[in-house]
């Protein structure tokens, strides 16, 4: 294929570390297709896949897709907690949801699943206090590092220094990652040749998850 173009929607709280492989052996073998990534979140990326707009879109979801969409799942992730280095909970191998009660908590404001985390803190009697909100992760992220309070992140997020994260357990939280295209739409040969070489990649072969110590350096 020469000069064929290929849109590909990406859920905006997708982290690129578990895609860098797919991409650099997609672009070794199929020097021809240019790839234009669309970031967004679910509902704007589903508006898009229906209208024609991307050619197919890599999301989650907290509830069913519609019928009219084809999924496979690639890999699923946990979710983790993310607090500032000498935060009290530390200690924790894992931490139960119970466990941040009180807590000071930084909110994604595309995080799809804070719906089920926040009704899972409300089952369990946990109280949060909702501080400081943001669209943009590394806006979060770096307040957290700073002190200001926690936040949940999906467990292949990249993560900046000075972060320390732990899973989420009692319950565990995890979300499934799937390409998700048109059903009974026809594929053009570069969607087709994308498709095929995004179902057939080794994903749980992939990187690993991020590191639940990073240094402030």
Partial sequence: LKDAHLKVGIMCTIGPRRFTGLLTDFNMRHKGIQLQLVEGVPSRLSQLLEAGEIDVAIMSSSEKFPERFDVTPLFRERFMLAFPTGHRLTQHETVPISAIDGEIYLRRVNCEYWDHLSHLC????????????????????????????????????????????????????????????????????????????????????????????????
């Fill in 122 to 217: 409300v089952e369990r009697g946990v109280k949060l206090r909702i501080s400081y909100s943001s669209e943009r992760e590394d806006w979060i992220q770096n307040m957290v590092a700073g002190g200001l309070g926690i936040c949940f992140l999906p467990e292949y997020t990249a993560v900046i220094p000075g972060l320390q994260v732990r899973p989420v357990t009692e319950p565990e939280v995890t979300r499934d990652v799937c390409l998700v295209t048109v059903a009974g739409r026809r594929f053009s040969p570069a969607v087709s040749t994308f498709v095929g070489a995004v179902k057939s990649y080794g994903w749980a072969e992939g990187a690993s998850p991020v590191s639940m110590r990073r240094s402030a350096a």
